[in-house]
T-cell receptor, first 118, second 115 residues
Framework: GAGVSQSPSNKVTEKGKDVELRCDPI?????LYWYRQSLGQGLEFLIY????????KSGLPSDRFSAERTGGSVSTLTIQRTQQEDSAVYLC????????????????FGAGSRLTVL | DAKTTQPPSMDCAEGRAANLPCNHS???????VYWYRQIHSQGPQYIIH???NNETNEMASLIITEDRKSSTLILPHATLRDTAVYYC????????????????FGKGTHLIIQP
């Protein structure tokens, strides 16, 4: 597609429910990133996928968070047993970066999924 | 990655040039300087990047000092739509694997364009 697409754009859920957030990166982009941004805060890195390599999960805040990337394209971020502190905008980005490559790495972001946990 | 320092906020009159400074005194030779901006309720948007030389594109100019310890993003004719948080980020050029090759966003500069 022309840009990074995220869905849903808004999600309101009750505490304790599971949620899934979807990211459709730019076609051909091998690298995919998830960030989250709490109200009034900066971006917090969550997880990174690069081609067929094992993902870097070092930013995931707890084991309630997980993500998959199927077929090297679409990614799903899953939050189990949501808590109120999970309320944030979840941003996905993709880039052309390939493993072993140098040079600049320009990320293209989606519009985000705003999650509100009541 | 080298740490960056930016003023928390700046004002600029519409139609004037907006000059946003960034200090990155610990930058190493293989780190790029990137600028992104985030307009309210949107995802961050790439603006420009550079390594050593000054750069210009349709959005902005990037001036990097000779010692590379600071840079300035210039929006030549600011409009109200340029009101946003501007992030200056430095990141190593070569991806060697084994770790996230993304960008670390700080607090940025909230640029407010005044009519």
């Amino acid at each position: 597609g022309a840009g990074v697409s995220q869905s849903p754009s808004n999600k309101v859920t009750e505490k304790g429910k599971d949620v899934e957030l979807r990211c459709d990166p730019i076609s051909g982009h091998t690298a995919l990133y998830w960030y989250r941004q709490s109200l009034g805060q900066g971006l917090e890195f969550l997880i990174y996928f690069q081609g067929n390599s094992a993902p870097d999960k070092s930013g995931l805040p707890s084991d309630r968070f997980s993500a998959e990337r199927t077929g090297g394209s679409v990614s799903t971020l899953t939050i189990q047993r949501t808590q109120q502190e999970d309320s944030a905008v979840y941003l996905c980005a993709s880039s052309l970066r390939r493993q072993g490559a140098g040079g600049a790495n320009v990320l293209t972001f989606g519009a985000g999924s705003r999650l509100t946990v009541l | 990655d080298a740490k960056t320092t930016q003023p928390p906020s700046m004002d600029c009159a519409e139609g004037r040039a907006a000059n946003l400074p960034c200090n990155h005194s610990t930058i190493s030779g293989n780190e790029y300087v990137y600028w992104y901006r985030q307009i309210h309720s949107q995802g961050p948007q790439y603006i420009i990047h550079g390594l050593k030389n000054n750069e210009t594109n349709e959005m902005a100019s990037l001036i990097i000092t000779e010692d590379r310890k600071s840079s300035t993003l210039i929006l030549p004719h600011a409009t109200l739509r340029d009101t946003a948080v501007y992030y200056c980020i430095v990141r190593v050029a070569m991806y060697s694997g084994g770790g996230a090759d993304g960008l670390t966003f700080g607090k940025g500069t909230h640029l407010i364009i005044q009519p």
